[in-house]
């Protein structure tokens, strides 16, 4: 067993600050967004009002997916699942009256990410904010979009040549701004177990870094901005396990493997979100519950943000009430729990020790198996991460069924009758605004200068250089997201995937 | 013996959360029914199109993106369009009950909210033979 070392000291097992929590939280960082830009704009400046402390924006369906509000194919999901960006207008509709150069925020988006990102961009420059003030996360991690939540548009070379332009521009010009959040959390909440969650997660980071460095870049020069994003999920120790060790785990392949110098590369810096496929339709106040204890997990184990799920979740997008109560589970564990006094509290415990050697160990096992593979990219190819959590995710419901794993309300303690909650509803309304909106923004814009802007887009995909200047002309002609995603489909194919069982 | 009931699993719409899918799917296969899966992102002509091909007695419908109301009818029509009413639809996902009671009204069999047991899924389906 490894001694478990010092908070702030490597491999950093017990946390990358020495003080952790005692000089500063984490950021209370609420992921939301539904309807229409206008209506996501007026709840982050609620959410911003009521004590939150940064923002996380969520796109609706078709966005994440590259298509704009008017396209057919979006018909039914407008703004269901998140706010919908069509063009640089929606995207400065959504921080209207917000200074991007102070607030930090986080984008949840994959396949379009820098599309998205250059909207940003020129939203922040129309503000005047100095890009160097920029901060934020880009969520941007496609290898999970192939490997778990499958978002994606184009075939992963062609993808991943997207996400090394973003991470090369981000080092030049955007210092404090995270191009990319490494992600596990949707990995579980495809059914993965926690060390697959580890393992793959940064197995992806390895692929990232080995991209970058191909480009040219150093370690040093990129590391230092690379950020991860775990699931905070129901069994208590192994989670805070699964967030020692992939610290430790992290810190020793950077150095192990591209000789980072710089301690700020070693440091794995995460967000956590609780489980959103551990809440159930059944008794849904239960939900609270396992939030706080999952949240209460994500802390213990030092993460550096938190999202906690409101507990309508399994129902719908989340109510205002039931967003707000969720934020307060963090204020309270914060603030009255007194967890925040001392880093790394489980430090030296014989258990959560042991879980954090073992997970270590499996983690490690899955990632030489795919570097056996040749990389995360043929294992994708070969369809191996998706078929190792689909085993794992079957597993799991089997049991359920079985009642040999418990899920309270659902196969145990059911009540005959179920309390209602009030829920939040989205009508088709936001998507025939949204296709106003379009419509009136494309007879306003020059035609000529959007096809000019999209054939420069073509013809540098076609080539090697960096794609964010171009990507960054034509949303400010305001190219759609659609227009863009399909001259860059043009260019690089799409991908659909095998489908397996 | 009759012959083991054949069944199509579909994700429609730009959703891609597959877990529950899959899952319905080997559930069906270990109860012994032949599974076609689809993949994802179809639409709902390339469902029924798959539906008619395949020759299946079911159809389970997965959405769990709340673009139900306007995707489920679409299959719906499809079927009376192409004279394939015989074929019964099942649907899946974070479906509030009105709307349930709703697409249940419009002719599907069952909807299947979350929590249901693999049980009871396989169980409706199997009574569709």
């Known amino acids: 067993m490894l001694t478990p070392g010092q908070p702030g000291t490597f491999p950093y097992t017990r946390g990358i600050h020495e003080t952790m929590y005692q000089k500063r939280l984490w950021t209370m960082r609420q992921f939301s967004g539904f309807s229409t830009p206008e209506e996501t704009n007026a709840r982050y400046r609620y959410l911003l009002a009521q004590g939150q402390t940064g923002l996380s924006v969520a796109f609706d369906l078709p966005t994440l997916m590259g298509y704009d509000s008017d396209d057919p194919i979006s018909e039914g999901e407008v703004g269901k699942c998140g706010a919908p960006v069509s063009s640089l207008e929606d995207m400065e509709t959504l921080f209207e009256g917000i200074p991007l150069a102070e607030v930090s925020v986080s984008m949840t988006i994959n396949s379009p990410a820098a599309v998205i990102w250059a909207m940003y961009l020129a939203a922040a420059e129309k503000q005047g904010a100095d890009p160097a003030r920029l901060s934020g996360t880009l969520q941007n991690d496609i290898l999970k979009e192939y490997i778990a939540q499958k978002e994606f548009l184009y075939p992963p070379r062609p993808s991943m040549r997207l996400v090394t332009d973003t991470i090369e521009y981000a080092t030049r010009y955007t210092p404090r701004f995270n191009p990319i959040s490494i992600s596990g959390y949707h990995i579980r909440e495809a059914g993965s177990t926690a060390a697959q969650e580890l393992a793959f997660t940064l197995r992806d980071g390895i692929e990232y870094a080995d991209w970058a460095i191909e480009r040219g870049l150093h370690i040093d020069d990129f590391a230092p901005r690379l950020s991860f994003f775990f699931n905070a999920h129901n069994d208590f120790f192994e989670e805070i396990a699964k967030y020692r060790a992939a610290r430790r785990l992290w810190a020793l392949l950077v150095s192990e493997r591209y000789g980072a110098k710089d301690e700020r590369s070693l440091k794995l810096r995460f967000h956590a979100q609780t489980a959103g496929c551990s809440l159930t339709w059944q008794q849904p106040y239960n939900n609270v519950v396992r939030t706080a204890v999952q949240a209460m997990a994500a802390v213990l184990g030092g993460t550096q943000s938190l999202h906690t799920n409101s507990l309508d979740e399994a129902l719908a997008l989340p109510s205002e009430a039931a967003a707000t109560l969720a934020l307060r589970t963090q204020q309270v564990i914060a603030y009255e729990s007194g967890v925040v006094a001392v880093p790394d509290p489980f430090g030296g415990s014989h258990y959560v020790e042991q879980l954090t050697d073992e997970l270590e160990a499996k983690a490690r096992e899955y990632i030489a198996k795919i570097d056996g593979m040749g990389g995360m990219i043929p294992a994708i190819e070969q369809s191996y991460p998706q078929l190792e959590i689909a085993n794992a995710s079957y597993a799991f419901q089997k049991k359920v069924e079985a009642g040999d794993a418990v899920v309270v309300g659902v196969n145990r303690f059911r009540n005959e009758t179920e309390v209602p909650v009030a829920t939040l509803r989205i009508g088709e309304e936001a998507g025939r605004a949204q296709v106003a909106k379009l419509k009136s923004l494309r007879s306003r814009r020059n035609a000529a200068a959007v096809a000019h802007c999209l054939d420069e887009l073509r013809e540098a995909a076609r080539g090697a250089d960096n794609l964010m200047v171009p990507l960054t002309n034509a949303v400010r002609a305001y190219a759609t997201l659609g227009e863009v995603c399909s001259a860059l489909r043009d260019v690089f194919g799409a991908w659909t995937e095998r489908p397996v069982i | ?129």
């Open chain 2, 1 to 129: 013996m009759k012959p083991p009931i054949r069944v199509l699993v579909a994700k429609p719409g730009l959703d891609g959360h597959d877990r529950g899918a899959r899952v319905i799917a080997r559930a069906l296969r270990d109860a012994g029914m032949e599974v076609i899966y689809t993949g994802l992102r179809q639409t709902p002509e390339m469902i029924v199109n798959a539906a008619l091909q395949e020759d299946v007695r079911v159809i389970g419908l997965s959405i769990l993106s709340g673009a139900h109301n306007v995707i489920v009818p679409k299959v719906l029509e499809l079927l009376r369009e192409k004279e394939m009413s015989d074929v019964k639809v099942v649907v899946g996902g974070i479906i509030p009950d009105e709307d349930a009671r709703e697409l249940e009204r419009q002719g599907v069999v069952k909807v299947f909210q979350p929590g249901a047991p693999l049980e009871s899924i396989v169980n409706i389906i199997a009574a569709c033979a």
